[in-house]
């Protein structure tokens, strides 16, 4: 369900707990483009543990297939620094 913005200003957050009391997002749309989305805290928290429980098996994949390096700190500054110099 998308919400235009001046609906959303009009009706405040309460337009927003009704329609999230029926869907799992709400999108907030400015002249007539879909910008923001709405979820609920307990969605956005199981979706950022999916999110970091993708991120661990990437990591982990990585591992395994030899791409990776293993770095004292001081190098690994080091390498920030030189990115950040580019």
């Excluded at 959303?8 to 009391?21: F, P, R, Y």
């Excluded at 483009?33 to 805290?41: F, G, M, Q, T």
């Amino acid at each position: 369900m998308v919400i235009p913005a001046n609906e959303l200003k009009v009706k405040g957050v309460s337009v927003i707990e009704a329609m999230l009391d029926k869907l799992d997002e709400v999108l907030i749309s400015i002249r007539g483009k879909n910008r923001y989305v709405v979820i609920d805290l307990n969605r956005y928290n199981y979706l950022r543990e999916c999110e970091l429980e993708k991120a661990l098996r990437d990591v982990r994949e990585d591992i395994a297939n030899g791409r990776s390096r293993v770095l004292s700190i001081e190098e690994h500054f080091k390498e920030l620094d030189n990115a950040l110099r580019d």
